[in-house]
């Protein structure tokens, strides 16, 4: 069973176009989170959620909406999408937040802006 | 701020050759510390993590880590690396005051078999 999936794998879409990535765990987690990778593989914290509420808000534009609507779930929403939001975005969850848990990674959404 | 420094961008490395990819922080206070590893096309997976205890840290596939608090450093080893082991590396580290994960920006290491 995947612990961490994520849907879609692979995103194509314009710039101006509104899109939603979704996150679920089945392990049972308190605490989920979403990571965007850069072209250079660099790795950044955007949200976190924990018992669905909002636990971090990096600098993030406020075109992208994090949602939980429940524990196992943690969707991405992202409107007036630009070239710049081309990445990988992670979604990940661990035990609990504030402790020194694992988090474990879904496979990645590849999202390509043209 | 919490800052992750891997020196190493790009290793590249025969069979059998031995591995240490460098890792240093910068947080003065109590951390928890973890190695990740992302094969080609997959998903980040967890090698090895330090929370206390014993600073010599033994991880999956044959790595392991030592952190020394004095240098703010926790490096990654291998004796003797294998072709499969060609992956992306991450350090990172979060303080155990509670804080997000903080990435290093990545290892990329070739293994020519």
């Known amino acids: 069973d995947t612990a961490v999936s994520q849907t879609p794998k692979y995103l194509v879409t314009q710039m101006g176009n509104d899109k939603s990535i979704k996150c679920e765990q089945n392990l049972g987690h308190d605490t989920m989170y979403w990571y965007k990778q850069d072209s250079k593989k660099f790795l950044k914290i955007m949200f976190s959620?924990?018992?669905?509420?909002?636990?971090i808000n990096e600098t993030v534009p406020n075109r992208f909406s994090p949602k939980s609507p429940d524990k196992a779930h943690l969707n991405l929403h992202i409107n007036s999408l630009e070239l710049g939001d081309s990445a990988v975005y992670f979604c990940a969850s661990s035990q609990d937040f504030g402790q020194a848990y694992e988090q474990y990674f879904g496979p990645g959404t590849r999202l390509t802006v043209t | 701020a919490q800052s992750v420094s891997q020196h190493n961008h790009h290793v590249i490395l025969s069979e059998a050759a031995s591995l240490e990819l460098g890792c240093n922080y910068s947080y003065g206070g109590t951390v928890n510390l973890f190695w990740y590893v992302q094969y080609p096309g997959q998903h980040l997976q967890l090698l090895l993590k330090y929370f206390s205890g014993d600073p010599l840290v033994k991880g999956i596939k044959g790595f392991e880590a030592e952190f020394i608090k004095s240098k703010f450093s926790f490096n990654l080893r291998k004796p003797s690396v294998q072709w499969s082991d060609t992956a992306e590396y991450f350090c990172?580290?979060?303080?155990?005051?509670?804080?997000?994960?903080?990435f290093g920006k990545g290892t990329t290491l070739s293994v020519s078999s």
């Open positions: 959620y924990n018992n669905k509420e909002l636990i």
């Open positions: 990172a580290v979060n303080a155990q005051a509670g804080t997000a994960l903080i």
